[in-house]
């Protein structure tokens, strides 16, 4: 039997006369990669700012390792990691700086360096954040969410405006954290990342969920009710071809 890490049940949030969450409900489970799909504006992101306990909900519950939203905040951003945007970090800093700093906050004990080596980083820790490129970017701010050595960590579209090497080389690194143990939440508009990277996904619309399971389930599902592509679906697509023929390694400056 799955054990949850996560229950949502019946969460609104209000603004107004606008319902952004209307009573959705789910469970995320220990150990899981689970992501969370939709249009902009179907209430993706401010669900999980709501379990995050960086926006206040207006309704319903959220249990978080067995603690609950309501009293026990505090206690909650303990076992949390959230992944900021890459305007949320000092330029001029270097990223072992950055880390000292990070590490002061939560008032832990870390090598910045021992950091570093889990997304692959060790030759920047003299750079300056704004000398990173892109990919280089996006794995220090998911090196940020690990400082707490969290139980979950919240990925927001990690992948965004990545060339193809440096996103499959984020999959790699954020499958490796779930095997690991830590129970990872992600958005994507990607909807490849999702199929390869999610257990589960929920797929979210107007404030409501319309579907959750596994990529492959929803899938089967879809198929079974009559659905057909209009294209042969192939074996690879255009990506594969440019990752076999370019190579995976990285391509950093």
Known sequence: MKEPIIQVKDLTKSYGDFEAVRGISFDVYKGEIFGL???NGA???TTLEIIETLRQKSGGTVIVDGMNLDTDPEAIKKI???????AGFYPNLNLTELIHLFVGLYQMQMDPMELLAKVDLVDKAKSKFKELS??????????TTLINRPKIIFLDEPTTGLDPQ??????????EIRNNGTTVIITTHYMDEAEVLCD?????????IIGINSPNQLIDELVESGFEK???VKKANLEDVFIHMTGKQLREA
């Open 37 to 39: 799909l939709g249009p």
């Open 43 to 45: 209430g993706k992101s």
């Open 80 to 86: 949390i990691g959230v992944q900021l945007q890459t």
């Open 134 to 143: 892109g990919g280089q970017k996006q794995r220090f701010s998911i090196a």
């Open 166 to 175: 440096a996103r499959r080389n984020l999959w790699d690194l954020i499958l």
């Open 200 to 208: 589960r996904v929920a797929i979210i619309d107007s404030g409501k």
């Open 230 to 232: 209009v294209k042969e």
